[in-house]
């Protein structure tokens, strides 16, 4: 894991935080850093930053959902020297509350559905990014027998493309005192079930949900099984590009390779 620097005084004082003690937070890579209120996260692409911060500084909350907005710099702009803010929220990631990190994803993913796709996805060369790629079929593979079986039950995806957030499960927040906040924001240019899809894998490879109960969590998703199939390749595409899909990450993903493949070709077979 990638640890940043901790903000200079410079950075500091640029978001209004001069002299407030930090402390580096956990999760977020390595990146991310709290001062007071503000949350502050060393950026890895000043196009994407800007963009994200634009976007969520004007997105609509609602009882469902709700987001940290960014913080401006003194100078006006929403980056300063390789850093972005964000406004903390208190509360706490619950990944055994898998369902209700899908229905604020749901709301999330319903108030950006108007936007269009932003240029700098083309751009990115990050291993999630070349993942995804991979997972649909934009570029080649790199084979092996694990992402060669899933790859084999590809099938195509019906349905429209927007943005959504490919790593909620994590990165909702709960609080009494206010709708899930959604953070961290991965956006990706797909079929608006797949975040839910890669929700609902990282529940089960990392957080316990049973590998034979991972068809209710979107049971009213049009081709489920696909974009579980492609949540699950992308997931082990990133480990593979990463160099970490050892043994025991195969171990860890068996369980519901060997229920969703079993799925599929019960579905082939109808």
Not at 19 to 47: E, F, I, M
Not at 64 to 82: K, N
Not at 111 to 135: C, H, K, N, Q, T
Request: aromatic letters at 8%; proline letters at 8%; one cysteine or more.
């Amino acid at each position: 894991m990638t640890i940043a620097p901790s903000p200079t005084p410079a950075t500091l004082a640029a978001f209004g935080v001069a002299g407030t003690p930090v402390t580096r937070l956990d999760g977020g890579r390595g990146l991310t850093w709290r001062a007071g209120d503000v949350v502050l996260r060393a950026h890895d692409a000043l196009d994407e930053a800007r963009w994200k911060s634009h976007v969520l500084s004007r997105i609509e909350h609602t009882s469902s959902f709700c987001t940290a907005r960014p913080v401006a710099s003194a100078t006006g702009g929403w980056v300063h020297d390789g850093w972005e803010a964000w406004t903390w929220l208190p509360g706490a990631a619950a990944e055994d509350r898998v369902v209700d990190v899908i229905a604020a994803g749901r709301a999330f993913h319903a108030a950006v559905a108007g936007l269009p796709r932003p240029a700098f996805l083309d751009e990115s060369d990050s291993p999630w990014s070349i993942a995804d790629r991979m997972a649909w079929e934009e570029v080649a593979h790199p084979g092996g027998p694990i992402l060669s079986r899933l790859a084999r039950e590809f099938r195509p995806v019906l349905g429209p493309a927007q943005l959504i957030h490919g790593d909620l499960l994590g990165n909702v927040l709960f609080s009494p005192a206010r709708p899930p906040a959604i953070i961290d924001w991965a956006p990706y240019w797909r079929p608006v079930g797949l975040g839910d899809a890669i929700a609902a894998v990282d529940a089960v490879c990392w957080h316990g949900w049973p590998a034979d109960r991972v068809f209710e969590l979107g049971h009213d998703v049009p081709q489920w099984s696909q974009l579980l199939l492609r949540a699950l390749f992308f997931r082990m595409a990133v480990l593979h590009l990463l160099d970490a899909l050892d043994d025991d990450m195969a171990a860890r993903h068996e369980p519901l390779t060997r229920v969703l493949l079993a799925a599929l070709g019960d579905q082939s077979s109808d």
